[in-house]
């Protein structure tokens, strides 16, 4: 039986993909989107020759960056006004402080490391431009940021699947798209778990 999510890429193929990845790099909404497992899945399928790995790769790329530049523009033009604006199911403000804070313990180097944080990956962009990093710098981390994640998960998925006999593929796949997904919400866990714990002191 085949995971549903390699039922979603091969259906949908590379800009199903590519506007996954855009939606999530730096639209309010694409929070709940499974960037992580989908590139590392989208990798895995294109090493079973049902996509191209470098168009897909360059792909998923420019659409983080480009995503990420729609998300800082967003940050830097409607700025505070997020801050107050209300919840809704699409917008939580606690996603909003949760990045805020992320930045002031990592710095500019949170670009980079909010790649592979979901939540924390659509919300970093629109903090930089709400804290009006400079453009400049703001871009190069981005182009950093976008590049090991996008290259290094995709591959990852690629080159595994390459590794396995044919006949074993389904075998695998679908615990370890579930060990790439619980690897993804790791770092939320402790963050909630330490917040938890600070909270109640």
Not at 41 to 62: C, D, E, P, R, Y
Not at 74 to 79: A, C, S, Y
């Amino acid at each position: 039986m085949h995971f549903d999510l390699v039922q979603i890429i091969k259906s949908l193929g590379y800009f199903g993909v590519w506007g996954i990845i855009f939606a999530e790099s730096g639209l309010l909404i694409g929070f709940f989107l499974p960037g992580d497992s989908l590139l590392f899945t989208a990798g895995f399928v294109a090493s079973q020759k049902l996509l191209n790995i470098w168009v897909l790769v360059i792909g998923t790329f420019l659409c983080a960056v480009l995503g990420d530049n729609v998300g800082y523009a967003t940050g830097h033009r409607f700025g505070r006004r997020l801050f107050q604006k209300e919840d809704s199911w699409l917008f939580h403000k606690k996603h909003l402080v949760k990045t805020t804070n992320f930045y002031q313990k990592h710095g500019k180097k949170t670009l980079v490391l909010a790649r592979f944080v979901p939540i924390v990956r659509t919300f970093a962009p629109i903090v930089a431009g709400i804290g009006a990093m400079d453009y400049r710098t703001f871009m190069s981390y981005n182009l950093i940021g976008g590049l090991l994640w996008t290259f290094g998960i995709t591959l990852l998925g690629f080159f595994l699947g390459k590794s396995l006999p044919a006949e074993q593929v389904d075998k695998f796949l679908l615990p370890i798209i579930g060990l790439i997904i619980v690897v993804s919400l790791v770092p939320s866990i402790i963050h909630l778990v330490k917040e938890n714990k600070m909270n109640g002191h």
